[in-house]
Structure formats: C-alpha cells, structure tokens
C-alpha cells in the first residue's frame, strides 16, 4: 500500500515544514536556516555532529535513512565541504522531497535509493559520523536490532569515528535495550551513552533517546554539550548508570 506524503507548514516559523507520512510527523526542515532543528532528538543528534571529527578537517558522514534529509542540510550548514552520502529506501519519499525541499546549491550530498542492511556492504568508508534514523511511521526494521548491522555500521568508522542512532521507544526501554546491546556485542569496549529526556531515558514515558558509540572513544566533550546544550530537561546515561539500565544489577 502506498504512503500518504505531506508537508505541512509550521505553525512555529514563516520558513518550516513538516513532513507527514501517514499522518505522523517524520521530519522537520527550515530551508531559510537548515540549522534550526526542531524536533528535541535531532537537536541532540545536532550537537553529535558539532562534536565530530576536527574543526580542521571536513566531515564524511553516511546517513543511513533521509526523510526530508534535516540532518544532512545542518551538516552541509555546519560543517563547509562536508561529503555526505544518503541511503534511504523509498524513492518516492526522496523525489517528493527533493521537489519541494530542494538541496542547497554546493552541498556535497550523493543519494543512493536502498535498503541500508544491503548499503552497508557496499559502500566506501571510513566515516567521520555515521547515523542510523530508520523508520517507516514509528516502526524500524528488525535488522537495526542485529549485532551484524552494528557491526557493519562500526566497521564503516574512521579512527575516532562516531556511530550515532536515533531510538524511538515505547516507554520501558525495550527497544534502546536490543539497541544498545547489539552494539555492545558487536564490539564490547566501544564506548556508549546515551541521551534523551530523563522521563523517558528512565523507561516512564514514551519518546526518543539518542545512543552514541565510538571502538576509538566519545568526542571530548560530548557529554557536557548534550547537558549543557539541551533541549531540557536533558539526561545523560554512560558508565555504571547506562551499564545498570542495559544490564542491571550484577
């Protein structure tokens, strides 16, 4: 059955729109200011890519899922001669986008319509950043929860790399759990943290974390960005707390 795509203005800005697929918000984009994120998990994902790789250096960033490409336009906004490569599956989510939201001029960003399990086979690393934002409606394939995924995903980094995921969980934390614990499998001493609101990091209410792991180790400064930064209220789980919420007591 085919999706339902819209976009909607945003009540909130002359310049925003919302993507709507089915009804449910999937993504947000200012194209006056493709820096303005709106939704609180991109925001999050936001201060990741602030946080990665050298000032000095351009980023290579592999988005595994586009939507309405929000992220991919903050990066190329953020980050000058940033290479970014895009898969998304839906081709007709793609051109509908790229029909009302066109891409900037000058932003090095190559689209590859595919399934992502399928890309990460295929294309060439290594990456400064990669993101995992897969979801159709609020659901993502079961192949994201693999140990083979993840390790598809961390193989793909460069020294110093970043693998960020979006986690869109019911509350309870079921989801960041099998997450979390496949990338943990698939490489044991990758650091991890995870970031959200604290209502929903505690496993209370439904929502959205972030979960970011690097083999080389976090970003300095990572942590303290995501506190201090926002949106609030913001909760950071690493070390012993983030080890508690994924594996309990032992």
Request: proline share 6%.
């Amino acid at each position: 059955m085919a999706l339902h795509i819209e976009f909607e203005a945003d009540v909130f800005s002359k310049h925003g729109l919302t993507l709507l697929v089915d009804g449910t918000a999937q993504s947000h984009v200012d194209l006056l200011d493709p820096t303005h994120l709106f939704f609180e998990y991109t925001r999050r994902l936001g201060h990741v890519i602030d946080a990665a790789g050298t000032s000095s250096e351009p980023l290579r960033v592999l988005h595994l899922g586009g939507g309405a490409l929000t992220l991919a336009r903050y990066v190329a906004a953020t980050r000058p001669g940033a290479r970014q490569l895009v898969v998304e599956l839906d081709r007709e989510l793609l051109d509908l986008v790229l029909e009302r939201l066109p891409l900037p001029e000058g932003a090095h960003i190559e689209l590859v319509v595919g399934d992502a399990a399928s890309a990460i086979e295929a294309v060439d690393g290594p990456f400064d950043l990669v993101i995992v934002d897969l979801y159709t409606l609020l659901q993502a394939p079961a192949f994201v929860e693999t140990v083979d995924f993840m390790s598809g995903c961390l193989a793909l980094l460069a020294p110093g790399g970043v693998l960020a995921v979006n986690v869109a969980d019911a509350a309870g934390l079921d989801r960041l759990r099998r997450q979390a614990r496949a990338i943990a499998r698939a490489d044991p001493g990758a650091a991890l943290l995870v970031a959200g609101d604290p209502s929903v990091l505690s496993g209370a209410e439904e929502g959205n974390a972030v979960l970011v792991a690097s083999p080389g180790g976090l970003p300095r400064g990572l942590r303290e960005r995501l506190l201090a930064q926002g949106p609030h209220p913001a909760e950071v789980l690493d070390g012993d707390r983030l080890d508690f919420v994924l594996w309990g007591a032992c």
